[in-house]
């Protein structure tokens, strides 16, 4: 769990440093070099405008498309990640055991542990860092389509809803939406490992750390940020349902003793 939130926070930095780059200030065009400009930035870039001109020019609708379009192509890999995440939960019992099993902090004791808990990884066959692979796949495409949102020079001109699209959101209505949806998204994720004091921190901080980052960057990343929120919400439940409803009902039995 201490590396999943470790690579979690590594690819924040990542995303971090690369959103500081001094190419982000540079219009993305068809002339754009670099392997990253043309396979990556640039298609996001044709694809947004390309959606715009369908949807009679308006970039907000067609940030909103876009969104769930490429929410869509990666829905397999978050289905597989949410499995993986499944898997892992349903394990801890039998890792908790182990660990009490092997508490002495000697270093051949610690060996051991390791040793069975690779074997009970290998009996249920579970990867521990297979729901860590499909957020490395995911890391590209997120920071291309922020980079073509920042580069692409249509969408800073043009506006949608109450705000300017190159502009901060001067009412920070979607910051704070931004941050709330992230919550509410992690918490569902999170369904039944509350109590992990490691999870219980991540809920708070990522909705935190996206509210600070879309004050700063302008309305159309924070747009993106909501409706990218809104579709996991919707793809979590339906692939979580019967989890969640079983959460719940627990909750409610042991409230009611």
Known sequence: ???????????????????GCSEVNKPITEESTGFWNEYIVY??????????HLLGGNFGLSIIVVTILIRLVILPLM??????????????PEMKALREKYSSKDQKTQQ???QETMALFQKHGVNPMAGCFPLLVQMPILIGFYHAIMRTREIAQDNFLWFDLGEKDPYYILPIVAGITTFI???IMMAGQEHNPQMAMMLWMMPIMIVVFAIS??????????VGNIFMIVQT???????LKATATGKAGGAKK
Do not use: H, N
């Not at 439940?237 to 989890?243: A, L, M, Q, S, T």
């Open 1 to 19: 769990m201490k590396k999943r939130i470790l690579l979690v926070f590594g690819m924040l930095f990542v995303f971090l440093l690369l959103t």
């Open 43 to 52: 298609p996001l870039s044709w694809l947004i405008k390309e959606m715009a």
């Open 79 to 92: 289905i597989k990640q949410t499995k993986s995440s499944k898997a892992m939960q349903a394990l801890q």
């Open 112 to 114: 051991k542990l390791q």
């Open 185 to 187: 998204q992690q918490k």
């Open 217 to 226: 960057f302008p309305a159309a990343l924070s747009l993106y940020w909501v």
């Open 237 to 243: 439940y339906f692939i979580k349902g019967p989890d």
